[in-house]
């Protein structure tokens, strides 16, 4: 049975930090890029970060202008998302999710480009 399971959200204040992490079981971890998506109430679920099989590549949405990091350790089956600076523009819930068809390349910018997919953990910046 599949699992993408997130932790580490919760309330921050602007300018702070969370670092949120996506254990994952059932697949071949290793075999999969993984990326990160956020969706705001009534809005699109948009695009975060993605990285590849190895970390060797990462791609951000152009939003973050440097403030997230996404990272992966493959002998824990678990992705990261380094949250920094954030503001309260950044208040959503934050999912991951696993991408076969890009694990060399890392994953795409579109949902539907995922396999497999997590429930979301909520995030919340104060002003």
């Known amino acids: 049975q599949v699992q993408l399971v997130e932790s580490g959200g919760g309330l921050v204040q602007a300018g702070g930090s969370l670092r949120l992490s996506c254990a994952a079981s059932?697949?071949?971890?290793?075999?999969?890029?993984m990326g990160w998506f956020r969706q705001a109430p009534g809005k699109d679920r948009d695009f975060v970060a993605a990285?590849?099989?190895?970390?060797?590549?990462?791609n951000y949405a152009g939003f973050l202008k440097g403030r997230f990091t996404i990272s992966r350790d493959n002998a824990k089956n678990t992705v990261y998302l380094q949250m920094n600076s954030l503001k309260p523009e950044d208040t959503a819930v934050y999912y991951c999710?696993?991408?076969?068809?890009?694990?060399?390349?890392?994953?795409?910018?579109?949902?539907?480009?995922?396999?497999?997919w997590g429930q979301g953990t909520q995030v919340t910046v104060s002003s």
């Open positions: 999710a696993a991408d076969r068809g890009r694990w060399a390349t890392g994953g795409g910018e579109a949902p539907l480009e995922y396999d497999y």
């Open positions: 059932g697949f071949v971890f290793r075999n999969y890029a």
């Open positions: 990285i590849n099989w190895n970390g060797g590549s990462t």
